[in-house]
């Protein structure tokens, strides 16, 4: 089955540590997000990628990093200038042009 | 921002009562889509509606697109438990499926 898969789904992470938030998908989309969403709120996004080896910022990039060495892979890493970083990350893909979002099933990180 | 805000926040109804939520946005858009969340979960597609449409239909979902108010409306008809969950709508202002997602509303269905 085609899906996208967001390991681990829960990770904490102590004062001052990186933490690295792992999303594949297996659907050969060229798109890829990440959002951040806290709790009883929307979601922000924080980096997107529409192609391999390129990515851009989105509204709250900062304290964020990602990288996109292979289509299938996008992977999140929280550093430690993130002040508040704990939340639900969602990853996201989908193929280009007009069409939705598939999501994975998020990482709940919780800063300890 | 250019986040949209969704109507009401939260909606209590029985199951077999429709249920509506409202979108509004700001700028105009490419298109415009709404999801599902259950508890935990991550989100689940709907159903999208370009710009240039004015309503789309999906199984038990309706929805409609008023561009010269900025806003849309997602209707459930018919209610199951099952529906319990987040809604949100998302726009795509740009073109280039950026995605800006509103601030959801809270569906509880009771039997």
């Known amino acids: 089955d085609g899906g996208i898969t967001q390991s681990p789904k829960y990770l904490f992470r102590k004062e001052g540590q990186n933490v690295t938030l792992s999303c594949e998908q297996n659907l050969n989309h060229d798109a890829m997000y990440w959002y951040r969403q806290d709790p009883g709120q929307g979601l922000r996004l924080i980096y997107y990628s529409q192609i391999v080896n390129d990515f851009q910022k989105g509204d709250i990039a900062e304290g964020y990093s990602v990288s996109r060495e292979k289509k299938e892979s996008f992977p999140l890493t929280v550093t430690s200038a993130q002040k508040n970083p704990t939340a639900f990350y969602l990853c996201?893909?989908?193929?280009?042009?007009?069409?939705?979002?598939?999501f994975g099933s998020g990482t709940r990180l919780t800063v300890v | 921002s250019q986040q949209g805000e969704e109507d009401p926040q939260a909606l209590s109804i029985q199951e077999g009562e429709n249920a509506t939520m409202n979108c509004s946005y700001k700028t105009s858009i490419n298109n415009l889509q709404w999801y599902r969340q259950n508890s935990g979960r991550g989100l689940v597609h709907l159903i999208l509606i370009r710009s240039n449409e004015r309503e789309k239909h999906s199984g038990r979902l309706r929805v409609t697109l008023d561009t010269s108010k900025k806003s849309s409306s997602l209707l459930i008809t018919a209610s199951r438990a099952a529906d319990t969950a987040s809604y949100f709508c998302a726009t795509d202002f740009t073109g280039f499926q950026k995605l800006v997602f509103g601030t959801g509303t809270r569906l509880l269905v009771s039997p």
């Open positions: 996201a893909s989908s193929i280009t042009g007009v069409y939705g979002y598939t």
